[in-house]
């Protein structure tokens, strides 16, 4: 079996889901950032190896280029809040990946307003 070149990946969102994810992916090589509302679960992930932010400014300025950001919270107006947030701290050719439980066409809209 093939070995994965290791990665950077970073999570928006680390709660139970996004925790879980930024966990396994560093069991596996992979190198986290990770960023949440609660400081208490950045520190929890910082322990277990991930490099944290307390900022999302912070957060994108510890990635590396071009950023790949996977976005884990709940469905609804936390994450159009959040995706757009994302967004205003990234560059043309980063990505933003929706990982909730958003609405297809929620997704569509999204990609439209932040490919410009």
């Not at 709660?15 to 396994?24: E, L, Q, W």
């Not at 596996?28 to 400014?57: F, N, Q, R």
Request: with cysteine; hydrophobic share 40%.
């Amino acid at each position: 079996m093939a070995t994965a070149t290791p990665m950077q990946l970073g999570m928006v969102g680390l709660g139970r889901m996004g925790a879980g994810i930024v966990r396994r992916l560093m069991r596996d090589g992979h190198s986290c950032v990770g960023y949440d509302v609660s400081p208490e679960a950045v520190s929890a992930l910082e322990s277990d190896g991930m490099t944290g932010s307390g900022s999302l400014e912070e957060f994108a300025a510890k990635l590396e280029k071009p950023r790949t950001a996977w976005v884990m919270v709940p469905a609804g107006a936390i994450t159009e809040r959040t995706i757009r947030d994302v967004a205003a701290v990234f560059e043309p050719g980063d990505v933003i990946i929706d990982g909730g439980n958003t609405h297809y066409h929620d997704d569509i809209r999204h990609a439209a307003v932040h490919l410009e």
